[in-house]
């Protein structure tokens, strides 16, 4: 394995004044530009598809939810804020989730469950008002996450066009 020494600096570079005058320009540079400033209350941001807001399972048009309690979802999450019960089931598909919760304030919004899910049954939604007075409040049940198919069509329109 051959030793590779790295070039030394000069005089002038060695004061670090070159790398200051970069910084200082980039800093007058942003300082000219034209302003933009949302009046959040009242102007509402409508994120594009490809952002990753809180998660939620996707419910089908019939009432049904896609999920089918593989858990790879609770297995990949790195904040561990998934936790999942499995039941089965009568019908075609052999399991469904009798427990799905997120704990939101674990959750970091990374888009691992989202990805790994075989079945696209858990996705990042467009919401980001996340507000909670309590850590219970903060524990999000099916009757929280269920959301429409319909409602996410952005972001299910998003995920097959990039897969």
């Known amino acids: ?6 070039k ?19 800093t007058f540079k942003q300082i000219f530009r034209p302003k933009f400033t949302r009046q959040y209350p009242e102007e509402k941001w409508t994120p594009p598809g490809s952002y990753r807001g809180r998660p939620v399972l996707v419910q089908e048009d019939d009432g049904s939810e896609r999920c089918v ?10 904040a561990l804020a998934i936790e999942v019960q499995a039941g089965e089931t009568e019908r075609d598909k052999e399991r469904y989730p009798e427990k799905f919760e997120i704990n939101m304030v674990r ?5 691992f469950c989202e990805e ?16 909670f007075s309590s850590q219970e ?7 929280k996450l269920l959301v429409p ?6 972001r299910l329109d998003y995920l097959q066009e990039f897969r």
């Open 1 to 6: 394995m051959a030793i590779t020494k790295k």
């Open 8 to 26: 030394d600096l000069n005089f002038f570079e060695q004061t670090y004044i070159p790398q200051i005058v970069k910084g200082l320009g980039l």
């Open 69 to 78: 309690a593989c858990s790879l979802c609770s297995r990949v999450c790195p």
């Open 107 to 111: 959750c970091i919004f990374c888009g």
């Open 116 to 131: 790994v899910c075989p079945e696209e049954a858990i996705i990042m939604s467009d919401e980001y008002e996340l507000v």
């Open 137 to 143: 409040e903060a524990i999000f049940g099916k009757d």
């Open 149 to 154: 198919k319909d409602k996410l069509k952005k």
